[in-house]
């Protein structure tokens, strides 16, 4: 067990960096945007940063992840988080209809086909008439993501889109950003921004986000 946390933190040292709580405040002002009110729910919710940001600006919002190392030690950083143990092959502990908002960043992409399909079902039966998901992760034309080992599961803007229809999402936005093709960083982001933005190709996409609808 002991070795096992070691490996998990590791782990999470090296997805999260220096982050903390602030670098997760776009996302609720995405979520403030689109969304609605009500309860909110984060998918995989690593070390509850997110959680916990929606939290400090008096918004419920409740976190489900897998890893018992990470929920402890969210609790010990904000002890007032609501953040459990849960795994995304088994259903969600919550009633139909129950949750306005789900966030799920940089998630789908570590889990396999079948179990993204069946939490996304689970995401459609929990949530609230017109109740907002939001999905965050990499495109699987993204050469760097695709080359990660843990990436197993990628998409891109469209199959996401599909794969969201085909449950029954409405989409109401895709905020994707485009893959860089310059060696020069800076001119070769604003060119790729411009022509992304007139030519909005999967192929020229560098994440596969989405932001979806509970339709009736």
Partial sequence: MKGNNIHTK??????????????????????????????????????????????RFGIACIGLEGSEWAVSEAKKRFPN?????????????????????????QVIEHIHKETTTFILKECYRVLEPEGRLFIYSPSKYDRNQRSKGTHIN??????????LENIGFRVIASPNSPRNISANFQIGKYIMQLIYKLFPLDYLSATANCIAVKSW
């Fill in 81 to 105: 988080m609501d953040i459990r143990q849960h795994f995304l092959e088994d259903e969600l502990p919550f009633r139909d209809n129950s949750i306005s908002t789900i966030m799920c960043h």
């Fill in 154 to 163: 990628l998409y891109t803007p469209k199959l996401l889109k599909m794969e």
């Fill in 10 to 55: 590791e782990i999470f040292e090296r997805a999260y960096g220096n982050r903390d709580w602030n670098w997760y405040r776009y996302l609720v002002a995405e979520c403030i945007k689109y969304g609605m009110p009500g309860k909110w729910l984060d998918l995989g919710a690593g070390l509850g940063l997110f959680v916990e940001c929606p939290r």
